[in-house]
């Protein structure tokens, strides 16, 4: 017999009697404290109590030096007053820009009015209020709604009840290369990312086909009865903006309907109005069976997710007082001021038509960096999306990087190798004050995903400075880059 032990460094902790010297207050940070630490002390204790490895990057790309004071709108205000214009808008978390007032003064009333946050034991009138609201901006019958506070977690809620509604002997789920729904453990198993996955053990009821692909979804259908949910982002935000060939949406929607199969749409990047229109599959006319939102559904705010159903769906899944509680609301779910904060941020969006202006202002984004495409062939690959959820692809250096520079770039760090994307988002930031964000599965691809709020002027602002970046060619980029991690 094997007899497990305890590594020997386990601590074990005995439990003393207490003294009154250990009601003590431990040494603690105030919270003027916290607001006066310089960017030392932010990363001597990011280091010592957050990520360690994760410094590495900050590093890289000049983070590490800034202290936000502020935000506001598009910008950010850093230590000395330096202004950061927001072309990476927390990944789309920022539809409404940093601190719209509107929310800023929801969030006071709310405070003031003392309102009560924990939706378990009593209902909640903001909570019930944002429901109604979901259902009313979404399309096709979707309308049953559970609120959770991360993407994860909502698209936890889908793939459950997907798998629930489809059945015992239906619990297939398909998924896409390059897909990215979260890293919680079970929509871990439908994220595409190797590193993410790493050698965690995964729910194996999974089938990954090509995205976009719909000759082998159909044939997955065909060939698998056990097959009941497929899942997919409309676009892919991780996997550097990439949206489906035409006509794959009807064809999905079609084929779902005859094989009986439950669609769930991610939306938690890619909806909210990023592309144009409130949800991105409405671009194609279909509606999914589930959905889910997250990031700016919380007016940049707060932490506030949502899945959203069709109410056949929700029923056959938890419709009984014996099912109910299967999947009912965490403890933080449809929690007081983050319901007020979305409710008057979803407001917000229609009544200052951030949508139409996404439309309006991300083709024009996309015209300017098309004309900056065709100015530089031999920099940029290509310039794709839709609305505000742009990607930027360069060429891949990886063969090619200029002789003169294969030295300098081989002290460099694998992921920076051969792509310009870190180079030119650190001297963005370091000389041009502009933030933009990089790409998970495609280290080419720079994603711009401003707040909805942003201007043609910000376009410009920011569509001249990658134009006068560019303009100094690849040899000066890496070598101004370089110099900046030994600056
Ligand atoms: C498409 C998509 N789904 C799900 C998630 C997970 O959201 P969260 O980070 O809030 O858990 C993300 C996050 O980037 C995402 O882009």
């Given amino acids: 017999m094997t007899v497990m032990t305890r590594p020997a460094a386990q601590r074990t902790i005995e ?8 009601l003590v207050k431990p040494k603690l940070i105030s919270l003027e404290e916290a607001k006066a630490m310089n960017v030392g002390q932010m990363a001597e204790e990011f280091n010592a109590h957050i990520n360690p490895g994760q410094m ?3 590093k890289l790309l000049g983070f590490n030096k800034i202290k936000v004071e502020s935000a506001e709108g598009m910008y950010y205000t850093d230590q000395n007053g330096r202004k950061i214009l927001d072309f990476f808008g927390g990944f789309g978390s920022l539809a409404l820009g940093h601190n719209h007032p509107r929310l800023l003064e929801a969030r006071k009333r709310f405070q003031d009015e003392k309102r009560h946050e924990i939706a378990i034991a009593f209902m909640s009138q903001y909570a019930a209020a944002l429901a109604h609201n979901l259902a009313e901006v979404s ?9 959770g506070s991360s993407g994860s977690e909502a698209m936890e809620a889908a793939v459950k009840l997907a798998e629930r509604a489809a059945g015992p002997k239906r619990s297939k789920v398909v998924y896409a290369e390059n897909s990215f729904h979260g890293k919680t453990k079970g929509v871990l198993s439908i994220t595409d990312g190797a590193l993410y996955r790493g050698e965690f053990r995964l729910v194996d009821n999974t089938v990954r086909v090509p995205f976009g692909d719909i000759v082998a979804i159909e044939r997955a259908f065909r060939n698998d009865p056990e097959i009941g949910t497929v899942v997919l982002e409309t676009i892919q935000g991780g996997g550097g903006i990439v949206e489906a060939p035409e006509g794959f949406w009807p064809k999905l929607r079609a084929l779902c309907d005859q094989y009986g199969v439950i669609w769930v749409a991610d939306e938690v990047q890619c909806g909210y109005g990023r592309t144009g229109r409130f949800y991105a599959f409405e671009h194609y006319g279909v509606v999914p069976d589930i959905t889910a939102l997250a990031k700016s559904l919380g007016g940049g705010k707060t932490a506030m997710a949502a899945m959203i159903a069709r109410r056949d769906i929700y029923m056959k899944a938890y419709g009984s007082p014996k099912t109910a509680m299967i999947h009912a609301q965490a403890t933080f779910g449809g929690i007081g001021e983050a319901c007020a ?11 200052e038509d951030l949508i139409e202006n996404s439309a309006v202002v991300g083709e024009y984004l996309i015209a300017r960096l098309r004309d900056l495409q065709a100015k530089y062939p031999k920099l940029i690959k290509d310039v794709r999306g839709k609305g505000m959820m742009v990607g930027l692809e360069f060429q891949d250096f990886s063969q090619t990087m ?3 520079l294969r030295p300098v770039v081989s002290v460099l760090d694998d992921k920076l190798k051969g792509s310009l994307s870190g180079f030119v988002g650190a001297l963005l930031l370091r000389d041009y004050n502009c933030l933009v964000a990089f790409t998970e599965y495609n280290r080419n ?8 709020v942003a201007t043609r002027g910000d376009v410009d602002t920011f569509v001249d400075a990658l134009d006068s970046l560019l303009g100094r060619g690849v040899v000066a980029i890496v070598k101004d880059f370089v110099k900046s991690q030994v600056s």
């Avoid at 691809?445 to 909805?452: D, G, K, N, T």
């Fill in 341 to 351: 904060t979305a409710i008057e941020a979803l407001n917000v969006l229609y009544e």
């Fill in 15 to 22: 439990a003393p009697e207490l003294a009154p010297a250990d």
């Fill in 402 to 404: 200029p002789m003169v």
């Fill in 445 to 452: 691809v720079i994603r711009l995903e401003p707040p909805l």
């Fill in 139 to 147: 399309p096709g019958g979707l309308d049953m709604v559970f609120f």
């Fill in 56 to 58: 590495h990057f900050m």
